[in-house]
């Protein structure tokens, strides 16, 4: 029993110790985590409804099987293993692609988006209706983000709400750039808005310019990195569908032989891609 007062009488004394330092406050979590980031990259490929989870679900999938294949082809578990690793990354990269691509095709769109709505203003459109005409009149790659925006405007008036909707939908640096402007102007007007938008049109057909002039220069050290990669692996499928040769790499040396390989593989890759790497735009106003 005095064990029992005597954990009773320190537990008190603890927590009123305790109740002399404030509460640690919750972090938030990340909007510019892996799976913010993953989503961005769904959406400009043209996947919005695509969950990263449900990615990760179909890179799972797709790696199991190709280790069932490749060990049933091969019997050799650590080749195997090895070319399930790549299939389960092939989703990734073609997703990656994918929105590399979309987004290069509509880098040079944006600035007819920014003279379109430059010019409904000028004409007297309401800002809402001056957003809402690019779903008819825009660039045909960017229509329908905004031809929803007019319809989601027309069911509930809520600008905000339909802005932050369509930055969503578009997934794109410039676009919240944009986005975060019509909005400053709706809630403290402004004269100078035609002029801000055409210093921004010009500023992103100058960006546009020297960009692909860069990516065009690029193209080699990138095709040379995915050659070298690609080169060492499709000799060792070749390899593995002769039994001798497959059954070499069962062995610890032929795991360890694999594992350096792959380790080389990745680091090589991931070294010469960031030295051809552009610097990318990142969603700072999400």
Same mark, same amino acid.
């Given at each position: 029993?005095?064990?029992?007062?005597?954990?009773?009488?320190?537990?008190?004394?603890?927590?009123?110790?305790?109740?002399?330092?404030?509460?640690?406050?919750?972090? +938030?979590?990340?909007?510019?985590?892996?799976?913010?980031?993953?989503?961005?990259?769904?959406?400009?490929?043209?996947?919005?409804?695509?969950?990263?989870?449900?990615?990760?679900?179909?890179?799972?999938?797709?790696?199991?099987?190709?280790?069932?294949?490749?060990?049933?082809?091969?019997?050799?578990?650590?080749?195997?293993?090895?070319?399930?690793?790549?299939?389960?990354?092939?989703?990734?990269?073609?997703?990656?692609?994918?929105?590399?691509?979309?987004?290069?095709?509509?880098? +040079?769109?944006?600035?007819?988006?920014?003279?379109?709505?430059?010019?409904?203003?000028?004409?007297?459109?309401?800002?809402? #209706?001056?957003?809402?005409?690019?779903?008819?009149?825009?660039?045909?790659?960017?229509?329908?983000?905004?031809?929803?925006?007019?319809?989601?405007?027309?069911?509930?008036?809520?600008?905000?709400?339909?802005?932050?909707?369509?930055?969503?939908?578009?997934?794109?640096?410039?676009?919240?750039?944009?986005? #975060?402007?019509?909005?400053?102007?709706?809630?403290?007007?402004?004269?100078?808005?035609?002029?801000?938008?055409?210093?921004?049109? #010009?500023?992103?057909?100058?960006?546009?310019?020297?960009?692909? +002039?860069?990516?065009?220069?690029?193209?080699?050290?990138?095709?040379?990195?995915?050659?070298?990669?690609?080169?060492?692996?499709?000799?060792?499928?070749?390899?593995?569908? *002769?039994?001798?040769?497959?059954?070499?790499?069962?062995?610890?040396?032929?795991?360890?032989?694999?594992?350096?390989?792959?380790?080389?593989?990745?680091?090589?890759?991931?070294?010469?891609?960031?030295?051809? *790497?552009?610097?990318? +735009?990142?969603?700072?106003?999400?």
């Amino acid at each position: 029993m005095d064990a029992l007062w005597g954990a009773v009488l320190g537990l008190g004394l603890f927590m009123v110790w305790w109740s002399f330092w404030p509460p640690p406050q919750r972090r +938030e979590r990340t909007r510019d985590g892996w799976s913010a980031r993953t989503q961005d990259h769904l959406v400009r490929a043209g996947a919005p409804s695509v969950t990263p989870a449900a990615l990760v679900g179909v890179a799972a999938g797709l790696g199991i099987v190709t280790f069932i294949v490749v060990a049933g082809l091969s019997d050799a578990a650590p080749i195997a293993a090895c070319f399930a690793v790549l299939a389960a990354r092939a989703p990734f990269a073609l997703v990656s692609a994918r929105a590399r691509a979309r987004s290069q095709a509509t880098r +040079e769109l944006w600035p007819e988006v920014v003279d379109s709505l430059a010019s409904g203003i000028r004409a007297g459109l309401a800002l809402p #209706e001056a957003v809402a005409q690019i779903g008819d009149r825009g660039p045909v790659a960017l229509r329908e983000p905004f031809a929803l925006f007019a319809e989601d405007y027309r069911a509930s008036g809520r600008f905000h709400d339909c802005l932050d909707a369509l930055k969503g939908r578009l997934a794109d640096p410039v676009a919240d750039r944009l986005v #975060e402007t019509l909005r400053i102007t709706r809630d403290v007007g402004g004269t100078d808005v035609g002029r801000v938008l055409r210093t921004l049109a #010009e500023f992103l057909r100058d960006d546009a310019r020297t960009r692909g +002039e860069l990516e065009a220069r690029q193209s080699w050290t990138v095709n040379a990195a995915r050659l070298a990669v690609a080169a060492p692996w499709a000799v060792l499928a070749m390899l593995a569908t *002769q039994g001798s040769n497959a059954a070499a790499y069962n062995s610890p040396a032929g795991v360890v032989v694999l594992a350096l390989g792959g380790a080389s593989t990745v680091v090589a890759y991931r070294l010469m891609m960031r030295v051809g *790497q552009l610097p990318e +735009e990142a969603r700072v106003l999400r």
